[in-house]
C-alpha cells in the first residue's frame, strides 16, 4: 500500500515570497491532516479536513496561510506571504476516519531566508 | 487548557539497557499515541491505546487513566532505536485533533 506522499522534500525561498506545498493521503483516507512542526517542538496542527470539508482550522494563521482539498483527496497548503517563522517542516497525515491511527508523510523542509 | 508533557527531553543510554520515557497529560483523554521519528524522517505510529498495556516486539506501552500518565518502555535497546519518541493524546471533541509532546530524543550507544 502506498504511503502519503508529500512533494516538494524541500524548499528555500525568501521572506515575503510565496510558497505552496503537496500532499497525496492513503487511498481512501477520508481525514487528513497539515501539521507545522518547528525545530526542537512537536507537530502543531493547522488544518484538519473530513473529505473536502474543514474539521478544525483554529490554529491556522488565516491572513497568511491557505490551505484545500477540494476534490476529497490530494491537498495543498499555502504561505503567502512567507516570514522568517514559517521556517519548519510542514507534515501531512492522513487516517482512515476521525480517532482513527493517522499515517505521516515524509514532510517538507521550509527555510525562510 | 489541553497539556501533554513528555519526560526526559533527552536521554542516552547504551545498547541493551531498558528504556522509558513518560508522558503526562492535563486532563481526561480519549487515546493516547506514542510515535517515532528519526531524524529527517517521517513520523511512524507506534501505539494508540486508552487502556492497559500494548506490547509490539521490544516495544512497551502502558496508560494509567487515573494517573494521566503513559509510559514507554524498550527492553534490550539498540543502536536502532535512536530516534525522537512522540507523545500525542486525543482530548476529545469532535475533530479528536491530537495536541503533541515536544519529544524526547533517545541515543542508544553502541
Known amino acids: 500500500e502506498a504511503g502519503v506522499a508529500q512533494s516538494p522534500r524541500y524548499k528555500i525561498i525568501e521572506k515575503r515570497q510565496s510558497v505552496a506545498f503537496w500532499c497525496n493521503p492513503i487511498?481512501?483516507?477520508?481525514?487528513l491532516y497539515w501539521y507545522q512542526q518547528i525545530l526542537g517542538q512537536g507537530p502543531k496542527l493547522l488544518i484538519q479536513?473530513?473529505?473536502?470539508?474543514?474539521?478544525?482550522d483554529s490554529q491556522l494563521p488565516k491572513d497568511r496561510f491557505s490551505a484545500e482539498r477540494l476534490k476529497g483527496v490530494d491537498s495543498t497548503l499555502k504561505i503567502q506571504p512567507a516570514k522568517l517563522e514559517d521556517s519548519a517542516v510542514y507534515l501531512c497525515?492522513?487516517?482512515?476516519?476521525?480517532?482513527?491511527?493517522?499515517?505521516f508523510g515524509p514532510g517538507t523542509r521550509l527555510l525562510v531566508l | 487548557k489541553n497539556e501533554v508533557e513528555q519526560s526526559p527531553q533527552n536521554l542516552t543510554a547504551q545498547e541493551g539497557e531498558f528504556i522509558t520515557i513518560n508522558c503526562s497529560y492535563s486532563?481526561?483523554?480519549?487515546?493516547l499515541h506514542w510515535l517515532q521519528q528519526h531524524p529527517g524522517g517521517g513520523i511512524v505510529s507506534l501505539f494508540m491505546?486508552?487502556?492497559g498495556k500494548k506490547k509490539h516486539g521490544r516495544l512497551i506501552a502502558t496508560i494509567n487513566i487515573q494517573e494521566k500518565h503513559s509510559s514507554l518502555h524498550i527492553t534490550a535497546s539498540h543502536p536502532r532505536d535512536s530516534a525522537v519518541y512522540i507523545c500525542?493524546?486525543?482530548?476529545?471533541?469532535?475533530?479528536?485533533?491530537?495536541?503533541f509532546g515536544k519529544g524526547t530524543l533517545l541515543t542508544v550507544n553502541p
Open positions: 497525515a492522513s487516517s482512515f476516519g476521525l480517532a482513527e491511527t493517522q499515517y
Open positions: 487511498s481512501g483516507h477520508a481525514t
Open positions: 486532563v481526561g483523554i480519549s487515546a
Open positions: 479536513f473530513q473529505n473536502n470539508g474543514v474539521v478544525d
Open positions: 500525542a493524546a486525543h482530548f476529545g471533541g469532535s475533530n479528536y485533533k491530537l495536541t
Open positions: 491505546l486508552s487502556s
